[in-house]
């Protein structure tokens, strides 16, 4: 097993309170941070560490602090994205039910980096217990002075603050999540501006997902460069890959970023249950196009999955087995986003929901001839047409089954 | 910036989407979701365009130009787009009728089908020939639908006034939600579900009565479907003719379009392009001038009482009969009535009259619960001179606005805009009143003050300013020395306990009135007696001068700066209309001459009452002669705006039955009586005089300003300060257990003349009654009292009747009922006083 750096403490009981967190060496670096370095210096640390967005879209995390305007006299605001519902992740959870104070210690070393004073964790109303988990680790840290006002007596204050989500998938998109964490209904915004600029409370915001923030700790603490050594390709570090479905040994692996995909599951994840043969695999959460047995042989890269034409994602890796139909999981996944849709842009309010109707009717074999071209037509048609990533992330697993699976689903369609 | 759109090589100097160059230039994008004066929303997707060097294809609406900017509209690939697209549009919108080749030759037969009201294709919609998607679908050149067409079949929603919502026909364009929410400031409906379920509604699907709507209309403007169409005219055909004028309803003066069909006057919709209201209206002029203008009541013929009874008579008669009569008065035995909602010709024509013809000084010139005529008379005493005209723009441009008075939503909708466009900038907005309002949600400060104690509250903040800058500053300056020494003899306590407010908040509002730059004051009409509301007027200039502050007295009816302004040119004396009716009250006038409505009292030793006025009223009771007058709409005269804008109404809609313009009447009856300075023919005959005779109408001509240019009144450019020692007031009279509420009147808005909004029309006695007596919920549990009940209202000095509303906007232990100057001047001494409900009629 390669070196864990965000759960190497998890099998520690009790890790979620402060006092077996701190045992372990938590909040130390904080600490130093706090005390001897400059914001500058963490921020060009994290830069360096090539930290890459766990959220999905990827994007360096250092870069986007850096997009935040520096000599304004508005208030900024740290949001964690904790609204976990891209289906087959369960990373975030894994960290916020295990290690609360990791991403605390994160959230305030990005606070004091961009120069925030308030940060709000947007969380999934169905994560209660990790919410409250969050809140109770809030508490603790407010008593021992790592989080309110006056840190640690270097002047800096940071509030955080728990809010909960309401249950709607489309608040993980981040200008959506602004929106409903500003008390609306969870529609996107138009992009730009964005939220670096204009966030939340029309507010420069630094949006990031709670697997990201807390590899900053570990940045701090050991440095860019042993970080960026961590991981097998040019980004730094492990990720938090969970695995699910048809596997001997389902859960959440932390290894370094750029593992095979089939080391993956096959080595880690024990292969497929009872000798079952592999069908698919979908790497990155629902919203990635899938993958065929013979394409898993990639590292679990941002780059390298984008040129496979799929991509990491949320790194949730969902592993199909021969016996399940194919057109069971289309069904899932066109319903999914047939109901998640917010019902702003056409192509993907209607579109999905023709394409979730289409499916059904296959499903229940009244599938007809001319079905696969019209769902790929309808799905082309939402693809790069709307105005947030939902329509994208619907329209490209529906895309890559359809093409990489027509003979399977051509064989529900009688006639 | 050079920006090539298909080959086209096009200049622009402004910032402005892709969309909106294409339009100015016209270069057709389909699109549904746009809508000028609305943020972009890019939600229909139909203005997808190619931009060079940008990644798939953009939203033309929400993409601003850039120089270089190569864009493409209509490549293949974007038609088929657009196609896709409008085809899923279509899947849930009814289109049968949409893309039927007999379409063409199918309306005219079917020209009255629609009538059967569950709407299936074009020709049953009453939307039929004014609908964007019809255009959308031409202009794409859409012939099929490649998918089941989906009704949605959800159920009508008619219980609402004014306006129906078919939201079968939606296509969630989201112009509803926007206009609503942005430009409206009330996010009454929004999204509702999400998914394939997702519509407009309110929340929890309650109507809109229920959800704070004010039924303005500017969703169903905005709608390019059917999906809400105005009750009233949603079986009639499409106007055919349109015909500008401005609404006479209240004094923002807006823009109004008249939309005729055939010659028959089906109703009005705000005009797009107006500075005073930009395409806005509110439910009075959008939805209730229509029926008041063509209302039943409208007294058609001259009337004569004969026998004890009314007669219809002819113009002759009419002006023979009461010429004589007044001839046989002294001056000091007439007395004229006049309203702020004529027109300035015709005001000034009143004042002529009074003056040359009946020589009496009895004529009223001063506004209850106005507050332009309470600060222009507080200058005047005082010998101040400050700008009180003024841009709507410049309140949009303010930083801090404290608002003093009612619920601007009612009384100032147009105002309220701009109101809200300063707080969209980040402006700080205070409200100051004894009722919770609508507008309070937007606030930062709620300051709840008694009753009556507004001076005191205003005196208050002043007294904290100078507490906390120590005052130097204004030492040199008039009447500061008495005014300071006025404040000093009054201790914080007692300001807090007679206000009610503790003077942390107090502080807090002093100190941002005072640090903001652009700083104003809002006065709002409301009602608190006559001696209070000049103590508040004066404590407002105080509080003006001290926080550099500008001062916005808002007018109530139609013309009401254009009354005070000509009002004031003719004599300095001022009566105002209350003072009047208590002299009739006190039998002290033998001939009365109104043209306003009136509450006669009973044995008022009236020996000639002549009632001038274009609706049936309860004066007619009692009147010796009634003159049938045009509405405004029907008169080619001018009005003034709260601004002090001069817009012309230039007479949409010909005149009723035999009625004539007020000006004309006087005129004739001056002539009858023998007077040879009426020569008169026309309206711009007396601009012409009014222009050389009055200073502040110097502007005005023969011909009335169009629109689009901007006429205002000549205003004074000198600033004079002065300040004014604050007035102590008298103690109120205390509740008891007998009289345990307190009574408040509230200034009404909402008539015309004789006309009653709530009377006239019945969807509006739903939204705003005269007849409510409000109050707060715990109160009606307190005395038993539920929605609707009739109850009396007691106190020592009288009593009246009305239905139970229960407001959330009412504080425990307060009612508050309408009150119109004039017409209900029975009910103003028991403002402000002790009162018991009790049930019954």
């Keep these: 097993m390669p070196e864990k750096i965000l759960t190497k403490d998890f099998d520690v009981k009790h890790l979620f309170k402060i006092d077996e967190y701190m045992k372990k060496g938590g909040y130390k670096t904080l600490t130093r941070v706090l005390k001897e370095l400059k914001p500058e210096d963490v921020m060009s640390e994290v830069k360096a560490a090539h930290l890459r967005g766990r959220g999905g879209a990827g994007f360096p995390a250092g870069v986007k602090w850096g997009f935040v305007p520096k000599d304004v006299d508005k208030p900024k605001y740290l949001c964690v994205n904790a609204d976990e519902g891209e289906p087959g992740t369960f990373k975030d959870r894994y960290i916020m039910t295990h290690n609360p104070h990791l991403l605390l210690e994160g959230i305030v070393m990005t606070c004091f980096a961009v120069g925030i004073h308030t940060a709000y964790i947007y969380i999934r109303g169905e994560y209660e217990n990790m919410a409250v988990r969050l809140e109770n680790a809030i508490s603790e840290a407010e008593a021992k002075g790592f989080i309110g006002k006056n840190i640690l007596k270097t002047g800096f204050d940071l509030n955080v603050t728990v809010h909960r989500g309401a249950g709607a998938y489309i608040c993980g998109e981040e200008t959506a999540l602004l929106e409903s964490l500003e008390g609306k209904r969870g529609n996107p915004r138009l992009k730009p501006p964005f939220p670096a600029a204009v966030g939340l409370f029309q507010n420069p915001t630094v949006i990031n997902n709670v697997e990201t923030l807390s590899n900053v700790p570990c940045i701090m603490e050991k440095g860019a460069d042993w970080f960026v050594k961590q991981g097998l390709s040019e980004d730094g570090g492990t990720r938090l890959f969970g695995v699910s479905g048809k596997v001997k040994k389902p859960g959440v692996y932390e290894l370094p970023v750029g ?157 | 910036m050079r920006v090539n759109i298909d080959g086209r090589e096009i200049e622009t100097k402004h910032k402005k989407t892709i969309l909106e160059l294409a339009r100015e230039n016209d270069i057709y994008i389909p ?27 953009v939203p033309s609406c929400s993409v601003f130009v850039k120089d270089g900017m190569k864009v493409k509209t209509k490549t293949s690939d974007i038609q088929k787009l657009r196609k896709n697209i409008l085809e899923l549009i279509l899947t849930e919108h009814p289109n049968a009728c949409l893309i039927c080749e007999e379409k063409e030759n199918c309306d005219e037969h079917k020209a009255t089908i629609r009538k059967v009201d569950e709407v299936t294709g074009c020709v049953l919609c009453p939307n039929n020939g004014r609908c964007e998607l019809q255009n959308v679908v031409r202009e794409v050149g859409l012939e099929k639908v490649r998918f089941p067409s989906f009704y949605r079949d959800i159920k009508v929603k008619k219980d609402d006034p004014f306006f129906d919502r078919n939201y079968n026909l939606c296509i969630l364009c989201g112009r509803c939600v926007r206009v609503c929410r942005d430009i409206r400031g009330l996010s009454v409906i929004t999204f509702v579900k999400r998914g394939a379920k997702t519509a407009v509604g309110t929340s929890f699907g309650r109507s809109l009565l229920d959800s704070g709507c004010q039924f303005c209309g500017a969703c169903v403007d905005v709608c390019p479907t059917g999906a809400l169409t105005e009750k009233a005219v949603k079986y ?30 089906l109703g009005a919709n705000p005009a797009g392009s107006s500075p005073v209201n930009s395409g806005q209206a509110c439910v009075r002029g959008r939805f209730a001038l229509r029926d008041v203008v063509r209302s039943e009541n409208r007294i058609r013929k001259p009337l004569i009482r004969k026998n004890n009874q009314l007669e219809e008579a002819t113009w002759e008669e009419a002006l023979d009969y009461a010429s004589e009569k007044i001839k046989k008065y002294k001056p000091d ?48 005493k005082n010998g101040i001179s400050l700008p009180m005209q003024f841009k709507l723009d410049d309140i949009s441009e303010l930083d801090a606005v404290f608002l003093m008075g009612g619920n601007l939503m009612e009384s100032a909708p147009i105002v309220w805009l701009s109101v809200l466009k300063a707080l969209d900038r980040g402006a700080d907005l205070i409200t100051a009143g004894f009722l919770e309002s609508p507008v309070d949600r937007y606030a930062s400060k709620k300051l709840r003050v008694t009753p009556g104690m507004e001076s005191y509250l205003l005196a ?33 306590k007692y300001l807090e306990e007679s206000t009610g407010i503790s003077i942390e908040a107090v502080k807090q509002t002093a100190d941002i009135l005072r640090k903001r730059d652009k700083s104003g004051l809002i006065f709002a009409p409301q009602v608190i007696g006559r001696e209070r509301e000049e103590a ?141 300075d009426f020569g008169y023919t026309t309206a711009g005959d007396i601009r012409k005089e009014m222009a050389r005779k009055l200073p502040r109408f110097k502007d005005i001509s023969q011909t009335l300003p169009k629109r689009g240019k901007e006429v205002f009144l000549k205003e004074d450019n000198e600033y004079r300060k002065k300040y004014i020692p604050l007035n102590p007031l008298n103690e109120l009279e205390k509740e008891t257990p007998q009289y345990p509420l307190r009574l408040v009147l509230e200034h009404g808005f909402d008539y015309y003349r004789n006309c009653l909004l709530s009377e006239e029309i019945a969807e509006f006695d739903l939204f705003r009654s005269k007849q409510w007596i409000k109050m ?18 007691k106190s020592k000095k009288g009593q009246f009747k009305g239905f139970v509303h229960i407001s959330e906007y009412v504080p425990e232990g307060i009612v508050t009922a309408y009150y119109i100057p004039g017409r209900d001047e029975n009910r103003a001494d028991l403002n402000l006083s002790p009162v018991k409900i009790t049930r019954g009629k």
């Design chain 1, 259 to 415: 593992t095979s995909l089939k080391e993956l599951v096959y080595t880690y994840a024990g292969g497929i249950k009872s000798g079952k043969k592999l069908k698919a695999v979908i790497p990155g959460g629902m919203s990635s196009p899938i993958l065929k047995p013979d394409e898993i042989d990639i590292s679990m890269d941002c780059a390298s999955l984008m040129k496979a034409d799929s991509m990491l994602g949320s790194g949730a890796v969902i592993v199909l087995d021969e016996d399940v139909p194919i057109i069971d999981v289309l069904r899932k996944v066109t319903q999914f986003y047939s109901h998640e849709s917010c019902g702003q842009c056409t192509p993907c309010r209607i579109g999905n929901s023709w394409i979730n109707k289409i499916v059904k009717r296959i499903y229940r074999g009244e599938g007809k001839k001319e079905d696969l071209d019209k769902i790929e037509k309808l799905a082309s048609n939402i693809l790069g047409r709307t105005l947030c990533p939902l329509g994208d992330a619907a329209a490209m697993p529906i895309l890559s089954i359809v093409k990489k699976f027509r003979k399977e689903l051509e064989s529900f369609i009688k006639g």
């Design chain 2, 31 to 57: 699109s549904l979701c746009d809508f000028k004066g609305l943020e972009p929303f890019s939600g229909c997707r139909l203005c997808l365009v190619k931009v060079e060097g940008m990644k798939g294809y």
């Design chain 2, 236 to 265: 009639d055909s499409p106007p055919d003719k349109k015909k500008d004028t401005v609404c006479p309803l209240c004094s923002m003066g807006c823009s109004l379009e008249f939309n005729f069909f055939k010659d028959k006057f």
């Design chain 2, 333 to 380: 035995e007439m007395a004229v009535v006049t309203s702020p909602q004529l027109s300035c010709e015709d005001i000034f024509v009143f004042n002529k009259f009074a003056e040359k013809v009946l020589k009496t000084k009895h004529i009223n010139k001063k506004a209850e619960g106005s507050p332009l005529s309470l600060v222009s008379d507080a200058c005047r």
């Design chain 2, 460 to 492: 208050f903040l002043s007294k904290c300013i100078l507490d906390d800058c120590g005052g130097k500053e204004f030492a040199a300056e008039k009447g500061f020395d008495e005014f300071r020494r006025s404040l000093d003899g009054i201790p914080y």
């Design chain 2, 536 to 676: 508040a007027a004066e404590a407002l200039l105080n509080l003006a001068f001290l926080s550099d502050s500008r001062i916005f007295p808002l007018s109530v009816e139609g013309n009401h700066r254009g009354w005070d302004a000509i009002n004031k040119d003719f004599s300095e004396k001022t009566k105002s209309i209350s003072e009047i009716w208590n002299s009739i009250k006190k039998g002290q006038y033998k001939a009365l001459y109104t043209a306003a409505p009136l509450d006669i009292p009973e044995d008022d030793g009236l020996e000639l009452l002549i009632v001038q006025d274009s609706f049936t009223g309860d004066d007619l009771d009692k009147a010796d002669v009634v003159l049938p007058a045009c509405v405004l709409s029907e008169t080619d005269g001018s009005i003034v705006n709260t601004e002090g804008r001069i817009q012309g109404l230039r007479g949409p809609l010909d005149s009723l039955g035999d009625a004539k313009p007020d000006w004309e009447i006087v005129t004739k009856l001056a002539g009858r009586i023998g007077s040879k």
């Design chain 2, 776 to 793: 707060n919920k715990r109160d009606t549990q307190k005395y038993e009292l539920k929605e609707g009940f009739p109850v009396t209202l």
